[in-house]
């Protein structure tokens, strides 16, 4: 199964942008990895689908085009464009693997976004 | 609009059961698979269990296999999680999602707020 891995935290001013990564382990390389934000105290919500192309099908509810993705090799970056205060939250990105009958779900740990 | 609730979280002690529901409007619950994940206080995201739209797959996370049950009641909307022999670690809140479930594999695109289950003595 795939092991996706973030770095802890980051930060951005209001107006700035900033791109969180998430990436998967080697022998992974095409898989697709889902983004979701979680603001405290809150679940968390689907933000968007990353695949060797680029983003799959479309955005999740509500989810402004100011949020992107791309990928890279084992890379899948998830790019906030004009950081509003509310885009301050918990960034997950996570994947699946169903082979031979069997399913896991995986999340990485998590990347703290802190607006300045 | 899309909607999961979930309920029935509370204090249960080491050993005993509980089990959780989730009810689902805004959409033709038959027609998605539903998920559960859960986060340890402070933590970050586990996935669970999933179960497939008329419950013919159902996988568990390695941790809860053997003492987690999902099961699904289509009439009544609603996604259950069965818990036995509940141990410390297991406290969380356990969120309730709706997959999308295909060829290409699975995202969960609605969420519900959570309910907190805490295992202690």
């Known amino acids: 199964q795939p092991v996706l891995t973030q770095a802890p935290s980051a930060a951005a001013s209001p107006g700035a942008s900033v791109t969180l990564t998430c990436t998967l382990s080697?022998?992974?390389?095409?898989?697709?990895v889902d983004w979701y934000q979680q603001r405290p105290g809150k679940g968390p919500r689907f933000v968007m689908r990353?695949?060797?192309?680029?983003?799959?099908?479309s955005r999740g509810h509500d989810i402004p085009d100011r949020f992107s993705v791309l990928a890279s090799g084992l890379n899948r970056y998830l790019t906030i464009n004009n950081i509003q205060e509310d885009d301050e939250a918990d960034y997950y990105c996570g994947a699946d693997h169903g082979r031979g009958g069997s399913f896991v779900a995986v999340f990485g740990g998590g990347t703290r976004l802190t607006v300045l | 609009q899309v909607q999961v609730v979930e309920s029935g979280g509370g204090v249960v002690q080491p050993g005993r059961s509980l089990t959780l529901s989730c009810a689902a409007s805004g959409f033709v619950f038959g027609d998605y698979a539903m998920t559960w994940v859960r986060q340890a206080p402070g933590k970050g995201l586990e996935w669970v269990a999933i179960?497939?739209?008329?419950?013919?797959?159902?996988y568990y996370a390695d941790s809860v296999k053997g003492r987690f049950t999902i099961s699904r009641d289509n009439y009544r909307n609603t996604l259950y999680l069965q818990m036995t022999d509940l141990r410390p670690e297991d406290s969380a809140v356990f969120y309730c999602?709706?997959?999308?479930?295909?060829?290409?594999?699975?995202?969960?695109?609605?969420w519900g707020q959570g309910t907190l289950v805490t295992v202690s003595s």
């Open positions: 179960i497939s739209d008329h419950e013919i797959n159902r």
């Open positions: 999602a709706r997959a999308v479930w295909d060829s290409h594999g699975s995202y969960f695109d609605h």
């Open positions: 990353v695949g060797t192309g680029g983003i799959v099908e």
């Open positions: 080697s022998d992974h390389s095409n898989y697709r």
